[in-house]
Nanobody, 125 residues
Framework: QVQLVESGGGLVQPGGSLGLSCTAS????????MAWYRQTPGNQRALVAR???????AYGDFAKGRFTISRDNNQNTVYLQMNSLKVEAKAVYYC???????????????????WGRGIQVTVYS
């Protein structure tokens, strides 16, 4: 089992910035694809950003141009820098991780194998 622990959530004003961190347990972090998802009541969990072991990235439409995902393999940590935050960004943000053996081409079509508990991001004026 892989444990994922998110941190950095909180309150931010529209147009402001916030950084999230997710630290994973285990010795295979370097080989895992990682991601951030978000969810609001009544909606499906939606991809915010994803980063592979080779640091290829993908972003949800609402995140493109404003959010940046990165990773530090020495710290077993994936980051999400959120800039120009809008009110609709208010949600619970979840860290996700895939099995280190997952075939890269299948990752975009499959949900993460491990999830963090989620962390609240609130955007308000």
């Amino acid at each position: 089992q892989v444990q994922l622990v998110e941190s950095g959530g909180g309150l931010v004003q529209p147009g402001g910035s916030l950084g999230l961190s997710c630290t994973a347990s285990g010795n295979n972090f370097r080989r895992r694809a990682m991601a951030w998802y978000r969810q609001t009541p009544g909606n499906q969990r939606a991809l915010v950003a994803r980063i592979t072991s080779s640091r290829a990235t993908a972003y949800g439409d609402f995140a493109k141009g404003r959010f940046t995902i990165s990773r530090d393999n020495n710290q077993n940590t994936v980051y999400l820098q959120m800039n120009s935050l809008k009110v609709e960004a208010k949600a619970v943000y979840y860290c996700g991780a895939w099995l280190e053996t997952r075939i890269l081409s299948t990752i975009p079509s499959t949900p993460p194998d491990y999830w963090g508990r989620g962390i609240q991001v609130t955007v308000y004026s």
